[in-house]
């Protein structure tokens, strides 16, 4: 059995001893081995939406990540109904990735890269502000537009009264053009 925890704050010597727990602190193990693995099996077995992918996946976390050193941002300015560590949050990044994209794959169709980052918004909204609040959001939205993300057009009026943010929306695998969720 593998069990996989935060820290060992409350594990006794015993438990230690007795169990052959290995723990890597976050700090000594960061994100970016994730997305490098990620990548990597991606280009080995020829599964991937464009074969620029691994391009564009580091120029988009660049981007979004590293050059506003985000995580860092995230702490300071934003509060979470609850706290998941960074590697938790990528993890979830390329998993909603992944599933974006499976359907293209199936259908051996690749993706342009303006089509590709808005997929790639749509899960970092959701893997990296999921669990904020409606104001929180909203300050997400406005930082996702401070960098320039291929957003949905919301006006001022659906912004300001109705709370509008990327969160009210997704992309429609048809159209790939972004829609307000709405019930069927």
Same mark, same amino acid.
């Given at each position: 059995?593998?069990? $996989?925890? $935060?820290?060992?704050?409350?594990?006794? #010597?015993?438990?230690?001893?007795?169990?052959? +727990?290995?723990?890597?602190?976050?700090?000594? %193990?960061?994100?970016? #081995?994730? +997305?490098?693995?990620?990548?990597?099996?991606?280009?080995?077995?020829?599964?991937?939406?464009?074969?620029?992918?691994? =391009?564009?996946?580091?120029?988009?976390?660049?981007?979004?990540?590293?050059? @506003?050193? /985000?995580?860092?941002?995230? +702490?300071?300015?934003? =509060?979470?109904?609850?706290?998941?560590? #960074?590697?938790?949050?990528?993890?979830?990044? /390329?998993?909603?990735? @992944?599933? /974006?994209?499976?359907?293209?794959?199936?259908?051996?169709?690749? %993706?342009?890269?303006?089509?590709?980052?808005?997929?790639?918004?749509?899960?970092?909204?959701?893997? %990296?502000?999921?669990?904020?609040?409606?104001?929180?959001?909203?300050?997400?939205?406005?930082?996702?537009?401070?960098?320039?993300?291929? %957003? #949905?057009? +919301?006006?001022?009026?659906?912004?300001?009264?109705?709370?509008? =943010?990327?969160?009210?929306?997704?992309?429609?695998?048809?159209?790939?053009?972004?829609?307000?969720?709405?019930?069927?």
């Amino acid at each position: 059995m593998v069990f $996989e925890v $935060e820290n060992l704050n409350n594990a006794s #010597p015993a438990t230690v001893s007795r169990c052959g +727990i290995v723990y890597v602190s976050e700090s000594d %193990l960061n994100w970016e #081995p994730l +997305i490098e693995t990620w990548l990597r099996d991606r280009q080995e077995t020829k599964v991937y939406s464009n074969p620029e992918e691994s =391009t564009w996946i580091n120029e988009f976390m660049d981007k979004y990540i590293n050059k @506003t050193d /985000l995580f860092t941002l995230l +702490i300071k300015q934003y =509060t979470y109904v609850m706290y998941t560590p #960074p590697v938790v949050r990528i993890n979830q990044l /390329l998993n909603l990735v @992944t599933a /974006l994209f499976q359907p293209f794959l199936e259908k051996q169709e690749q %993706l342009d890269k303006n089509t590709y980052e808005k997929f790639f918004v749509y899960a970092f909204a959701w893997s %990296l502000g999921g669990l904020f609040e409606t104001e929180e959001r909203e300050k997400f939205h406005k930082y996702l537009e401070s960098r320039n993300a291929p %957003l #949905p057009q +919301i006006s001022a009026q659906k912004m300001s009264v109705d709370k509008e =943010t990327v969160f009210d929306y997704y992309v429609d695998p048809n159209t790939k053009n972004w829609r307000i969720w709405e019930a069927e």
